[in-house]
């Protein structure tokens, strides 16, 4: 049905909202959405008018990159993390399977028969250990969210591990934006075998505005780059994810 060899593509924005820097961040989701890159959106939102106007940017951006967008408290950080980078491969590889079937039989998913609909479930599941992943984490090193900033950098760990535990290949890479007093976004780490997490915690510094959408942009350059690169070497489940 679906060739395993397929890779999946997401972008994890993790924010408070509000983008005050560079271009509009839902175009940039709609340019990612395009190119087969979901964009899923973590909201750490304050309270009040500026928690609202963050909240309706996250969903805004969700929307528009064809992801998930999740408004939470720090805590739930990394649950959601997990959470939302699972349900985005099922409904890719759902909308996948269900467009081969309407091309093969005429018919997709929902007009099968219940033992065939539960074979195609069990396609779907096992594609899901299998196939590649590609993840790029953008995080928000705004000013707005200096306290929110080492609850981040576990959530980034734990969703690594998690990662690392699957079948099939698995690369993630993390930008920050705003990178430094030079630059709107800092590339943490390209796609690489082994995630640095002391690096990782010297570049989460709280500074300056919000630039969201060249965050995204840079993100999907990211995977271009990715793609052009010839004998990469991408994490295997059995590869060490995480060190310190």
Do not use: Y
């Amino acid at each position: 049905m679906m060739e395993t060899k397929g890779t999946i593509r997401q972008i994890l924005v993790i924010t408070d909202g509000c983008s005050n820097v560079g271009g509009d961040p839902v175009e940039a989701a709609q340019r990612a959405c395009k190119q087969g890159i979901s964009v899923n959106v973590i909201g750490v939102v304050d309270k009040g008018e500026t928690g609202l106007q963050g909240k309706e940017e996250a969903l805004s951006i969700a929307d528009a990159g064809g992801g998930m967008c999740r408004i939470v408290q720090p805590t739930d950080l990394s649950a959601t993390a997990q959470m939302m980078t699972h349900q985005t491969m099922q409904s890719t590889l759902q909308d996948v399977v269900n467009q081969e079937l309407l091309q093969l039989m005429g018919k997709g998913t929902e007009d099968l028969p219940p033992q065939e609909r539960s074979r195609v479930i069990q396609v779907v599941d096992k594609l899901e250990e299998t196939v590649t992943l590609q993840v790029v984490v953008a995080v928000d090193t705004s000013a707005s969210m200096r306290d929110k900033l080492v609850t981040v950098r576990e959530a980034i760990r734990d969703l690594a591990l998690s990662l690392q535990a699957r079948e099939g290949l698995s690369q993630v890479a993390v930008l920050v934006f705003p990178g430094s007093a030079e630059e709107m976004v800092g590339v943490v780490h390209p796609f690489e075998n082994q995630l640095n997490m002391s690096l990782l915690e010297a570049m989460l510094i709280a500074r300056g505005g919000t630039p969201t959408g060249p965050a995204i942009d840079e993100a999907i350059a990211l995977f271009s780059r990715q793609r052009d690169v010839a004998g990469n070497s991408p994490w295997h489940a059995d590869d060490p994810a995480v060190s310190e």
